[in-house]
């Protein structure tokens, strides 16, 4: 176990006490470090209210003390600072009516979700675990705090949270965990999409994947999720970790019939961008046949996305995505081809429109775009090497 990062933050908890207030180490680093799982972020429950959490350290910033929370900044650092809480009433499956601070520990990790995430440690490493949250990592068990029907009507992103954990550790559902996520799965339809995708993303890359994504789709949460509710997603297969984008592109070059629209994920430009490469790459990967345009086809995509997407050949074939020759395309051609390459990019090209404009004589339009995509590709082939002289003695002879 490595507690490197408690003792950096151990600062806190000290100066907190030293206020006569509670302090704790609680959730998901105290379940990792309880796990020798990295530890990335350190979370701090305390009695003290977001008053005295202020009024305690110098530099505060009050990201969301209407909730309790305070990041406090301590040499450089911050640290998310939570008051002990208890919660109102849930009327949309998604965020309590009312928190209430409490000033006890008991009452904070009772609302939490999953009794592995509800251990608290103090700054001496004694565990406060009052739903036995060690014994459920040990017998690799998923249970939640209390009541499940409770748990998962109040949020219906903990059903997400809790097949992702699934994903990400190995663990199975205790039954009647299991038996609520399905009773209550239809509420994720309340949840914000990016709620949601944040979950899915690190579902999709967790070493167990196979196991929670069978579980998704025996629930058929699907059906409730903006831009996948569109897909069959029963016709899909995931057995193998890969990058939440990734598996979208597989999903829609899977099903290319369907017209859903990305921009209903609410992902970033860039990974809506990522996609829509990597479904143009699995349409033309099959249709490349010969060692010609093969060459084109590693100039225009990169040797790194290709291997990437060859990376997943079985998941591929599996879903019936593509059928690739391997005997043209495969790891080994493909770093071949990429070292031969007389040039990467289109920047790279020794002439340029304006000087197929002058050697034309004509007006500029649509054909200047196309015959640049050509001499593009005459230098890929070999026809033409990357020189001004011979590119315009090319261009004289095409236009």
Same mark, same amino acid.
């Given at each position: ?19 006569? =207030? ?24 305390t *009695?003290?209210?977001p ?15 209407e ?39 008991? %009452? ?5 979700? +999953? ?39 109040? %949020? !219906?992103?903990r ?6 954990f ?38 999709? &890359? ?5 196991? *929670? ?14 831009? +996948? ?31 859903a ?16 490469t ?35 050949? %079985?998941e591929?074939?599996?879903?019936r995505?593509?059928s ?6 495969? %790891? ?5 081809? !990429? ?12 002439? &340029? ?7 034309? &004589? ?6 200047l ?17 990357? =020189?001004?002289p ?10």
């Open positions: 176990m490595t507690n490197s990062l408690f003792e950096t933050a151990k600062p806190i908890l000290e100066k907190l006490q030293a206020h006569h =207030f509670q302090a704790y180490f609680v959730g998901g680093s105290v379940r990792d470090y309880l796990m020798n799982r990295p530890i990335h972020d350190i979370d701090i429950t *009695s003290a209210t008053d005295e959490i202020e009024t305690v350290f110098d530099k505060t910033i009050p990201i969301g003390r909730h309790g929370t305070i990041n406090v900044i301590y040499k450089g650092e911050q640290y998310e600072v939570t008051t002990f809480r208890s919660e109102g009433d849930y009327d949309d499956h998604r965020r309590p009516n009312e928190v209430f601070f409490v000033r006890n520990l008991y %009452d904070d990790v009772q609302r939490r979700d +999953f009794t592995m995430n509800a251990i608290a440690m103090d700054i001496n490493y004694q565990i406060f675990d009052y739903f036995e949250g060690q014994q459920d990592i040990k017998h690799q068990l998923i249970r939640t705090v209390g009541n499940p029907d409770e748990r998962f009507d109040e %949020d !219906a992103l059903i997400i949270r809790g097949l992702r699934q994903s990400q550790f190995g663990f199975h559902l205790e039954e009647a965990t299991f038996t609520a996520m399905l009773n209550h799965i239809a509420d994720i339809k309340y949840l914000a999409i990016e709620r949601i995708v944040v979950e899915l993303k690190k579902l999709t &890359n967790g070493d167990f994947v196979s196991k *929670s994504f069978n579980n998704l789709k025996h629930f058929m949460a699907f059906k409730y999720i903006p831009f +996948f509710k569109h897909y069959d997603i029963t016709k899909f297969t995931l057995r193998n970790a890969m990058p939440f984008t990734t598996f979208v592109a597989f999903l829609i070059s899977q099903q290319r019939e369907i017209d629209n990305i921009a209903d994920l609410k992902v970033s430009n860039n990974e809506k961008k990522r996609i829509k990597l479904v143009q790459l699995i349409d033309q990967i099959d249709e490349v046949q010969t060692k010609s345009q093969l060459k084109l086809f590693v100039y225009d995509y990169g040797k790194k996305d290709i291997l990437e997407v060859l990376s997943y050949l %079985d591929l074939k599996r879903n995505i593509t690739i020759s391997p005997l043209i395309v495969n %790891d080994q051609t493909v770093t071949e081809v !990429a070292k031969q390459l007389p040039m990467l990019s289109k920047s790279e090209m020794d002439i &340029n429109g304006k000087d197929i404009l002058e050697i034309a &004589n004509k007006k500029s339009g649509p054909w775009k196309e015959t640049l995509r050509e001499v593009e590709y005459a230098i890929i082939s070999g026809e033409v090497v990357n =020189f001004k011979e590119l315009k003695k090319w261009v004289k002879t095409r236009v």
